[in-house]
């Protein structure tokens, strides 16, 4: 699979998950309209997302708020142009953690500075609410609206702090995925040479070579490793100037006892 390829099968599920936890999140709270606070994991899926991919990870936020809004329209509720904004550009705004990156190591920093997780997540969602605010300016006092946003989505951003916690304790969860991978293929060449190595050395790869493809045609292919080094070492021998093969020392060896018991019989028989 190719480095693209992989990047969109990846991105394509942390944007399924987005998409379905607000469209659940936004269903259910329409169906309840009495609850005051909902739960919503996209900007934490997103802040995920841009830490394993860059800038791409922004399109997680913007699908998945998207999810959202259109499952709200779907159910009659009231769909504004700010609502609509603030659910999928706003989500835009999380581009302020790409700062974080600068001249860093993404994959070693996550792991060996604890306030850096904090700072990463803390400015994501603090630049969010600004962002959503901005989408909705016109409809009421910008700072008011911010105030509101930083109220309703105080329960998010606690719970979205100990998903984001709990996933940098997951082994190449929240890691560089670009370094990753390049790490995994250097990773996985040895183990390939191995394999390969193994499959040549084998009786199935060894008929293919050119020393004993004739050999092993004649055998139907079915000789084993044993039977290979024998009969190549015999053919080594008979080039190198000893033209007794193996076969030819037993040979000599059974006619040797045979001459040499015959020779006792007849000695008896004249004596």
Not at 63 to 88: C, E, H, Q, W
Not at 91 to 111: C, E, G, H, M
Not at 213 to 242: C, F, P, Q
Request: aromatic share 12%.
């Amino acid at each position: 699979m190719s480095k693209k390829a992989y990047q969109a099968m990846d991105l394509g599920i942390l944007t399924l998950i987005a998409a379905v936890s607000e469209a659940l999140s936004v269903a259910l709270f329409n169906l309840f309209p009495a609850q005051v606070f909902s739960v919503s994991v996209v900007a934490v899926v997103a802040l995920i997302a841009i830490y394993r991919w860059n800038a791409w990870g922004l399109l997680v936020g913007v699908i998945g708020g998207g999810a959202g809004a259109l499952v709200r329209f779907l159910m009659k509720g009231t769909v504004t142009l700010g609502f609509v904004l603030s659910s999928t550009v706003a989500y835009l705004f999380l581009a302020i953690v790409l700062l974080f990156f600068i001249r860093v190591d993404k994959n070693a920093i996550i792991k060996e500075k604890k306030w850096f997780k904090f700072a990463y997540f803390f400015a994501g969602f603090a630049t969010l609410e600004i962002g959503r605010a901005v989408c909705q300016i016109g409809n009421a006092d910008f700072w008011s609206v911010v105030g509101l946003y930083y109220a309703y989505d105080l329960l998010n951003v606690l719970f979205g702090l100990a998903v984001f916690l709990l996933s940098t304790r997951q082994p190449n969860m929240v890691v560089d995925m670009n370094e990753y991978l390049v790490a995994l293929k250097a990773e996985t060449a040895p183990v390939k040479a191995a394999a390969a190595k193994a499959v040549y050395e084998s009786p199935e790869g060894l008929s293919d070579n050119d020393e004993t493809s004739d050999i092993a045609l004649l055998d139907g292919g079915v000789l084993t490793a044993e039977d290979l080094r024998v009969l190549n070492e015999t053919k080594r021998k008979a080039e190198t100037g000893d033209k007794r093969s193996h076969f030819d020392v037993e040979n000599e060896t059974v006619a040797s006892y045979q001459n040499h018991k015959k020779s006792g019989k007849e000695g008896q028989k004249s004596l």
